[in-house]
């Protein structure tokens, strides 16, 4: 589904992401993961476009992004990221309309649609007309994933979606995100600093480190076959993965 060849990301002498080469498989979630600065959200930015990539190239569905195709890629991805980045002048049902209003869908069309995603989600219909300093952190959340799948994008990024909740939020959500990542079957990319969250969700995990990935594979491959000391200790330093 996503594609990056040899793509790297500089900001003047600021190295963010060294050449890298990685494959993201059609309906399936791939979690990257690492420390603060290690590159993870450069890559989801990278995908959808928000930056240019220093040298490299990347493809979704084999279609280049470039600066001609990216905002017909955009409307096929949706983007999440931490505390939901909704518009605060406008309502619940506002942020989530506000694309297929742009591009002028039909208003049954885009009702049918708002009573799915807050089916999906388990939004309350009556907070739509909320602003989003009325909402809980959770339903900030919910909205900005209803916004995201919209259009029924065919790729879904989310940056640290969870990071600003509290635990009991922080874990209802993740019940209720395993649960529509299952019945999509979307390709999901999702941003976390936590190791328990990534093998919580993730088909793949990717493991970056000073913008470079050390190791990818499933959460027993990291386990039990790290590729150096910092996988290993990366590991021993998250508190929660014992109970995974």
């Given at each position: 589904m996503i594609e990056l060849e040899s793509v790297s990301k500089r900001f003047g002498a600021t190295i963010a992401l060294y050449e890298t080469d990685l494959c993201i498989d059609a309906g399936r979630t791939t979690v990257l993961i690492g420390p603060s600065g290690c590159g993870k959200s450069t890559i989801l930015r990278l995908i959808i476009g928000l930056l240019e990539p220093t040298t490299g190239t990347i493809r979704i569905e084999g279609q280049?992004?470039?600066?001609?195709?990216?905002?017909?890629?955009r409307r096929r991805i949706g983007?999440?990221?931490?505390?939901?980045?909704?518009f605060a002048h406008l309502t619940a049902a506002q942020n989530v309309l506000l694309m297929a209003k742009h591009l002028n869908q039909p208003a049954r069309q885009m009702q049918t649609r708002l009573r799915e995603l807050c089916e999906l989600t388990h939004f309350p219909e009556n907070a739509l007309t909320r602003y989003p300093v009325e909402l809980s952190?959770?339903?900030?959340?919910?909205?900005?994933?209803?916004?995201?799948?919209?259009?029924?994008?065919?790729v879904l990024l989310l940056d640290e979606p969870l990071g600003a909740l509290d635990p009991m939020v922080r874990a209802r959500l993740q019940d209720e995100l395993k649960e529509i990542f299952q019945r999509l079957q979307q390709t999901i990319v999702l941003v976390t600093h936590d190791m328990a969250e990534a093998g919580f969700f993730a088909n793949v995990i990717v493991l970056l480190n000073e913008g470079r990935v050390v190791q990818s594979g499933t959460l027993d491959?990291?386990?039990?076959?790290?590729?150096?000391?910092?996988?290993?200790d990366f590991l021993h330093a998250q508190?929660?993965?014992?109970a995974i």
């Amino acid at each position: 589904m996503i594609e990056l060849e040899s793509v790297s990301k500089r900001f003047g002498a600021t190295i963010a992401l060294y050449e890298t080469d990685l494959c993201i498989d059609a309906g399936r979630t791939t979690v990257l993961i690492g420390p603060s600065g290690c590159g993870k959200s450069t890559i989801l930015r990278l995908i959808i476009g928000l930056l240019e990539p220093t040298t490299g190239t990347i493809r979704i569905e084999g279609q280049r992004v470039s600066e001609s195709s990216v905002l017909a890629l955009r409307r096929r991805i949706g983007y999440v990221i931490q505390e939901g980045g909704l518009f605060a002048h406008l309502t619940a049902a506002q942020n989530v309309l506000l694309m297929a209003k742009h591009l002028n869908q039909p208003a049954r069309q885009m009702q049918t649609r708002l009573r799915e995603l807050c089916e999906l989600t388990h939004f309350p219909e009556n907070a739509l007309t909320r602003y989003p300093v009325e909402l809980s952190g959770g339903q900030r959340q919910r909205v900005s994933l209803m916004r995201a799948l919209m259009l029924q994008p065919n790729v879904l990024l989310l940056d640290e979606p969870l990071g600003a909740l509290d635990p009991m939020v922080r874990a209802r959500l993740q019940d209720e995100l395993k649960e529509i990542f299952q019945r999509l079957q979307q390709t999901i990319v999702l941003v976390t600093h936590d190791m328990a969250e990534a093998g919580f969700f993730a088909n793949v995990i990717v493991l970056l480190n000073e913008g470079r990935v050390v190791q990818s594979g499933t959460l027993d491959d990291l386990r039990s076959r790290p590729a150096s000391t910092f996988v290993r200790d990366f590991l021993h330093a998250q508190r929660g993965l014992a109970a995974i």
